[in-house]
């Protein structure tokens, strides 16, 4: 029988393995156990009425118990809706009409308070997830047009109702296909009055009758939810903790002892009888039994790492609403003026700017339609207008609260001048209208409108024959000024030095002939006939005399002692903007220098704030420190020993062969400084002001890694600048010599 041979099937292709790309798509124990909450559920189911009760009331319960969260709410209504909430004008071409329709609005808003309903609106908005407001009726108001706030409970699928499922009605609200809300089911009062959920009565509403202000996190969504929702967790474990430390604090302030014993009685015959209470008063004085001592309970609260979870859980809630810690939390302890500035702008504003806008979509428009409705039974005031769905306006909001007035007064001129905006439009900006304010401003001043805003018009666009203030330049020489300037051929940053200049000159700051030397000096290149072309129209200005014209203060130093408190402020402004211009490279040396003297600074002065400019910076104060230059203090100052130490010294020529072999570290400040000292040279008291300075500025690099032998990077650049100002030597040195100098200033007055 012949064998049966095996049957071999064909070889079989490899199964690939089909694997996740992704580590959060990975099934492992972890993500199982993480995400064991996740769902596939459309956002109505969700977010489901039970689920929004839950987390509504939770949320309700934080507001009232949590100061951090009822500071958050007050601080987003006030930022959003502001003082006055929005302000309307009105554009159409019967200017007479937009001021009579404004000022009804106006009127209305104010007696219904407008603005504290859209406060409330945006607490509960955050605090709900939702608010609405229906339209009412009232005979209080001329209008007969009255608002009603209410609670999301109280918008909900009648009870007969609440188990039916219908795919266009999502608990008391009934939307197309398109989720356009269609109508409102609005019970007569709230559910919460301890009333019962099967005795309440209610009625249908069309959507026009009414306002429903929420945030849709996800397509399909037609309810809100708290906007804070996924840090809410976060807020009851801050609060108890904060009062369990307050609670251990207080027990720690108590003044809790015991007595204690290193020869505990082996005999029980032996043990001490139960101690009376000892009443401690101040200064007194007891005796114990032998072998007995007292100890004090001495509890370690607060904590240290309190701040940091309370900075740290404050901070996860902030994330949810886009607001900055700082404002938050009420306080700028941990923050700058600058990061302060660009959370607000980069972050805060944009916030606000998106509320904003969705409130106004969402309340004000509507409340706009209704006031129209209302208006039209009201004789005479649509006379002139067209009909109320054509009356084109506009909503300006209240700004947020300035942070550099300056700036900001700065940005609008330019604005103005380059014909970025116009006067209504800035004023609309600040939550202002220009018509109004022209209006206050004429009365002000006693003259008619028109002569008001011609002035104001005059200020920031001179014509001529408008009147200009004494030494001020007409157009015609500002023209003739700009187009010589132009004729140089120079780069925007010369160019705007020599306007600066040129604008000195115009105001009686300096002279022409001293204008003329300056930008001869600072810009060789440019031809002598042009600089005088450029000085012409102003060879005849006046100068102006700060000491005849205004009283010295009292408190004005050195070489401000003969010029007014105004001028004084004006001129340190002058010198941090001439040396902000040096730093950044818009100007050269010489012409700082000359800028600086020129405002009355003198060379000693004007060439120590340049070096210091270029080294390590000039701070605010420093530019407060103007030295007398009489002749009493200096004679008392030379009288100090400002000779370099042995230690500095040693210190200066190991920063400068540190740089040599290096190439890094120091600035040209600092190696000039450091030569100074290695070769033993008597320093000036101004150097040692800037030495002060500069280790108090410095002195943290300490810490830096490399500034130590062994550390990775050693010398470091920091190491390197420490040494050519003298090191630890130099900054005790320094301090000395400058308690000295000051000592001998005061005997010296």
Known sequence: M???????????????????????AQTTPDNRRHWTNADGLAARAAI???VRRVVRIRSRYEADNNSWYAGILRTASNHIVGAAGPRLQVLTADTDANRRLESAWRQWSHRVKLADILRTCVEAYWRDGEVFIMRGNSIRFPLGLDLLVLESDQIATPWQQSQLVDPFVDDGIRFDRATNELEFYVYDHHPGLNTPVSTLQGQWYAAREVCHLYRAERPGQTRGIPRATPALQTLPIMRRQELATLYSAETAANFAMYLKSNSPAIDPADSPADFAEIELTRNMLTTLPAGWEIGQVEPKQPGPLYEMFQRQALMSFCRCTNMPYTLAAGTGKDANFSSFKGDMKNVWEPEVQVEQNRIQMDIVERLWQWFLESAVFVPGLLNGLPAIADIEHRWHWPPLPELDQVESAQAAEIRLRTGLATPTEEHARRGKDWDLESVRGAADFGVSVDAYRKAVFAQTFPVTGTPQAPGMPT????????????????????????VAIIGQVAAGVIPAASAKALIRSAFPLVAEANVDQMLAPFQNVAQQTPAATQQAPAAAAGEYTTIGQRAFTNNQKRIRKTLDSLTSGEISEVMADQTLQSIGLSPERSRALIDDALGSGVTDDELQQVDAADGDIMAALS?????PSEGMKEEAQRGLDWRKEHGRGGTPVGIARARDIA?????????????????SRHEGNKKAEGFSPGEDGFPSNGRIAWALWGGDAGMSWARSKYEQLQNAREVAK
Do not use: W, Y
């Open 48 to 50: 489901s009425p039970a």
């Open 639 to 643: 009288d100090v020993d400002l000779t």
């Open 475 to 498: 157009d015609t020489t500002v023209t003739t000024a700009s187009t010589a300037v132009a004729d140089t051929a120079m780069n925007g940053a010369q160019v705007s030095s020599i």
């Open 679 to 695: 070769n033993g040279k008597s320093l000036s008291p101004e150097t040692v002001s800037r030495m002060v300075s500069f280790f």
């Open 2 to 24: 012949a064998r049966r041979g095996r049957h071999k099937h064909p070889a079989r292709a490899p199964q690939q393995m089909v694997r996740a790309k992704f580590d959060l």
